[in-house]
């Protein structure tokens, strides 16, 4: 039995749960709405104050399935209580990191700035020069946009230049070392 599918999801105070057919499931709650077609082969039920997850039967592919399923409504809920960040750090000379209105104006020592465009739904803001936080209350949107920001100059081993995630550890590579 899947430890996670089982476990029944708790609905706190101000959110509305609603299961459409096909597995259409929104989440309503004080940060705003998310809304997601989960696969239609499980079977979601609203339990009083709990959704709870069920599979059909024991196929791999149903048991693959039932955690995954009961991670993204779980995911759902806490996104629209508490919402998402992740944060990135610069690092390096002259590396830089603005914010324009809704663009994000990188500074990493290319010939040109690199720009990036907000996505909706998300809220990025910059503290100082050389801190970036992505806000939103969709999991995925915040972690893909962050993963694209760090992709335009990820860190490298030698001197730890480039954006990197504020809790990722870069594993650092000694230099060359000269002839006797």
Same mark, same amino acid.
């Given at each position: 039995?899947?430890?996670?599918?089982?476990?029944?999801?708790?609905?706190?105070?101000?959110?509305?749960?609603?299961?459409?057919?096909?597995?259409?499931?929104?989440? @309503?709650?004080?940060?705003?709405? *998310?809304?997601?077609?989960? /696969?239609? !082969? $499980? #079977?979601?039920?609203?339990?009083? =104050?709990?959704?709870?997850?069920?599979?059909?039967?024991?196929?791999?592919?149903?048991?693959?399935?039932?955690?995954?399923?009961?991670?993204?409504?779980?995911?759902?809920?806490?996104?629209?209580?508490?919402?998402?960040?992740?944060?990135?750090?610069?690092?390096?000379?002259?590396?830089?990191?603005?914010?324009?209105? @809704?663009?994000?104006?990188?500074? *990493?020592?290319?010939?040109? /700035?690199? !720009? $990036? #465009?907000?996505?909706?739904?998300? =809220?990025?803001?910059?503290?100082?020069?050389?801190?970036?936080?992505?806000?939103?209350?969709?999991?995925?949107?915040?972690?893909?946009?962050?993963?694209?920001?760090?992709?335009?100059?990820?860190?490298?081993?030698?001197?730890?230049?480039?954006?990197?995630?504020?809790?990722?550890?870069?594993?650092?590579?000694?230099? @060359?070392?000269?002839?006797?």
């Amino acid at each position: 039995m899947s430890r996670i599918g089982k476990m029944p999801i708790a609905i706190p105070a101000g959110v509305t749960v609603d299961i459409a057919e096909n597995n259409k499931v929104t989440v @309503k709650g004080p940060k705003g709405t *998310l809304e997601r077609v989960l /696969p239609a !082969e $499980m #079977e979601i039920k609203k339990d009083g =104050e709990e959704v709870v997850v069920n599979r059909p039967s024991d196929l791999k592919k149903m048991k693959s399935l039932h955690g995954l399923t009961r991670t993204l409504i779980y995911n759902m809920v806490v996104g629209v209580t508490e919402g998402y960040t992740k944060e990135l750090e610069v690092n390096g000379v002259g590396y830089r990191a603005q914010k324009q209105g @809704k663009k994000l104006v990188l500074s *990493l020592g290319y010939s040109h /700035p690199v !720009e $990036m #465009e907000d996505p909706d739904g998300l =809220e990025v803001t910059v503290e100082g020069q050389n801190k970036i936080i992505v806000k939103g209350i969709d999991k995925e949107k915040v972690g893909q946009y962050a993963a694209e920001i760090r992709e335009k100059r990820a860190p490298e081993p030698y001197k730890g230049k480039g954006i990197k995630y504020a809790d990722e550890v870069i594993r650092r590579k000694v230099g @060359k070392t000269g002839k006797k």
